[in-house]
């Protein structure tokens, strides 16, 4: 059975910091992401990171401010972000794809990414 647990979320305000983290079990060496939705928005692609964890892609956005790892031993994906800014408020989603390589262009497509996590809602006020 494939769980993905994220954790990590809160409120901070405009500037600070949060680190997400994505507890998975059930498969292992895909490519993951972390995905957001902001209410009255479609769900976006942010970073992903490919199963060995060796290359990575963030969107322009987030680009300098959120960086993408996994620790594939403790099978747990995370986000760093930093100088968060109001923009970045959403419910945040770890997700895994069917394959080990990633998607590379912006935006991230949702294609192949089969298991979702539940989110964890961030909220940064300004």
């Known amino acids: 059975q494939v769980q993905l647990v994220e954790s990590g979320g809160g409120s901070v305000q405009a500037g600070g910091s949060l680190r997400l983290s994505c507890e998975v079990s059930g498969l292992t060496y895909r490519c993951m992401g972390w995905f957001r939705q902001a209410p009255g928005k479609e769900r976006e692609g942010v970073a992903v990171?490919?199963?060995?964890?060796?290359?990575?892609y963030s969107i322009d956005s987030v680009k300098g401010r959120f960086t993408i790892s996994r620790d594939n031993a403790k099978n747990t994906l995370y986000l760093q972000m930093n100088d968060l800014k109001p923009e970045d408020a959403a419910v945040y989603y770890c997700a895994a794809r069917v394959s080990s390589n990633c998607p590379t262009v912006e935006p991230l497509s949702r294609t192949g990414f089969l298991y979702w996590g539940q989110g964890t809602q961030v909220t940064v006020s300004s």
């Open positions: 990171i490919s199963a060995r964890g060796d290359s990575t």
